[in-house]
């Protein structure tokens, strides 16, 4: 707990603010235990434990997870008395991870999907259909499946050093895509992973 309050503190001076809008869990194992280390599960609660003492003094004034599966959000929610409030996780149209989703949605947890366009990956998809879509809609693959996630009320989180993809990214809000696209892009989906895949984490 210490440790957690400790981080905090720090992150607070590096940003050189008195609060935090959102804090987060970022994985749901310890970084120097192995992911099958059942100590994972109680050093999980004892941080959250500290995140809402955190929230408690309106320092973070919401507080999430990020990485969590469905058993950790489960075990979470079980002995917290603050909820987490976002799942920051990866999702996009090869990973569409429903299940999750859909638990997180029931329970009013935000899903945040970050690499939207698994790093870059999926805009190099050759698909004629999706790119009709694009052509369609007068948009770019990458927008087509950064549209995907906010149209199923998922917050994408992008990130990007250039200006112009930065434009490109915001560009989304003006159109929509119909069921039968939505349908169609969710066929991508493969249950891939591009960044680390947290279901191992006990």
């Given at each position: 707990?210490?440790?957690?309050?400790?981080?905090f503190?720090?992150?607070?001076?590096?940003?050189?603010?008195?609060?935090?809008?959102?804090?987060?869990?970022?994985?749901?194992?310890?970084?120097?235990?192995d992911?099958?280390?059942?100590?994972?599960?109680?050093?999980?609660?004892?941080?959250?434990?500290?995140?809402?003492?955190?929230?408690?003094?309106?320092?973070?004034?919401?507080?999430?997870?990020?990485?969590?599966?469905?058993?950790?959000?489960?075990?979470?929610?079980?002995?917290?008395?603050?909820?987490?409030?976002?799942?920051?996780v990866?999702?996009?149209?090869?990973?569409?991870?429903?299940?999750?989703v859909?638990?997180?949605?029931?329970?009013?947890?935000?899903?945040?999907?970050?690499?939207?366009?698994?790093?870059?990956?999926?805009?190099?998809?050759?698909?004629?259909?999706?790119k009709?879509?694009?052509?369609?809609?007068?948009?770019?693959?990458?927008?087509?499946f950064?549209?995907?996630?906010?149209?199923?009320?998922?917050?994408?989180?992008?990130?990007?050093?250039?200006?112009d993809?930065?434009?490109?990214?915001?560009?989304?809000?003006d159109?929509?895509?119909?069921?039968?696209?939505?349908r169609?892009?969710?066929?991508?989906?493969?249950?891939?992973?591009?960044?680390?895949?947290?279901?191992?984490?006990?």
């Amino acid at each position: 707990r210490g440790k957690a309050m400790e981080c905090f503190h720090n992150s607070l001076e590096r940003l050189q603010v008195d609060y935090v809008d959102l804090y987060l869990i970022g994985w749901p194992g310890a970084h120097d235990l192995d992911e099958t280390d059942s100590r994972n599960s109680l050093l999980r609660l004892e941080t959250w434990k500290t995140m809402e003492k955190i929230h408690s003094t309106g320092r973070a004034r919401a507080i999430g997870v990020s990485n969590f599966e469905i058993s950790h959000l489960e075990e979470l929610i079980h002995e917290c008395v603050v909820p987490p409030a976002v799942n920051q996780v990866e999702v996009h149209p090869r990973l569409t991870r429903r299940a999750l989703v859909r638990y997180c949605r029931d329970r009013g947890i935000v899903v945040e999907a970050f690499s939207p366009l698994g790093t870059g990956n999926l805009v190099d998809v050759s698909n004629d259909d999706v790119k009709t879509i694009g052509e369609r809609h007068g948009k770019t693959l990458a927008q087509i499946f950064l549209r995907w996630n906010p149209q199923q009320g998922n917050v994408v989180l992008t990130r990007t050093a250039d200006s112009d993809h930065r434009s490109e990214n915001l560009d989304i809000f003006d159109f929509e895509l119909t069921d039968q696209e939505m349908r169609l892009i969710d066929t991508l989906n493969q249950g891939k992973f591009y960044c680390s895949d947290p279901r191992t984490v006990v």
